[in-house]
């Protein structure tokens, strides 16, 4: 039974260049979280993906912008990096988007902005 | 907007030393939830928490939800050095969905 994967591992971007970051949810789940973790800092929700559609999003700006496929998976999309871009970013998946579901975290891809 | 105060963000101890990780929040909780993540990893689901002055506990680990949903704990009995990471409390409120609002962590050393 696979659990949440994320593709690339790691990144390296230049400063106003665009970015797909890659999430499948662990097997039998259909709703996937995107999370930023900073250095140091606990992670912060981006947006939340169901049913094909964005059901929450955090504080963040409209550079970050997202997708779910048919099959559950899920991309993160950043427009124009800046170099406060650079983070560890998780994707979470669970079954469905309920108050008190339990979410599982993938690896993470770290993304550094040069 | 919603936050979780997470304290202290680092504790060094000895092994075999207890350790607690306090989270607060200034409005009431529908839930809250406590991951573990190891240097370099991702962070781990360790435990939910729902109800009023709930209490649970997994083997030398012991949660609290405050009476109030309020404020949480969790406190690890005899650390050893497996114990080692950062622990996140994440809370959820009423409206929020799957929205997790995450703590800054405590960042757990453990001196053998």
């Known amino acids: 039974d696979a659990g949440v994967t994320q593709s690339p591992t790691h990144l390296i971007k230049t400063r106003g260049q665009q970015v797909t970051l890659r999430c499948s949810p662990k097997?039998?789940?259909?709703?996937v979280s995107w999370y930023q973790q900073a250095l140091g800092q606990g992670p912060q929700f981006i947006f939340q993906y169901y049913e094909e559609e964005e059901r929450q999003r955090g504080n963040f700006p409209d550079r970050f912008s997202g997708h779910q496929f048919p099959n559950y998976s899920s991309e993160l999309n950043v427009n124009a990096l800046l170099l406060g871009d650079s983070a560890l970013y998780l994707c979470?998946?669970?079954?469905?988007?309920?108050?008190?579901?339990?979410?599982?975290f993938g690896q993470g891809t770290r993304l550094t902005v040069v | 907007g919603q936050q979780v105060m997470q304290i202290p963000q680092y504790q060094h101890v000895q092994e075999g030393e207890d350790f607690t990780t306090y989270c607060n929040s200034s409005?009431?909780?529908?839930?809250i939830q406590w991951y573990k993540q190891r240097p370099g990893g991702h962070p781990v689901f360790l435990i939910q928490l729902v109800k009023s002055g709930e209490v649970k506990k997994q083997k030398r680990l012991t949660f609290q939800f405050g009476e109030a949903k309020k404020n949480s704990s969790l406190h690890i009995t005899a650390t050893q050095t497996t114990d080692v990471g950062t622990y996140f409390c994440?809370?959820?409120?009423?409206?929020?969905?799957?929205?997790?609002?995450f703590g800054i962590g405590t960042k757990l050393q453990v001196i053998p």
């Open positions: 409005t009431t909780l529908s839930n």
């Open positions: 979470a998946s669970s079954l469905g988007p309920g108050l008190n579901t339990e979410a599982f």
């Open positions: 994440a809370g959820r409120w009423a409206g929020g969905y799957q929205k997790v609002t």
């Open positions: 097997s039998g789940h259909d709703t």
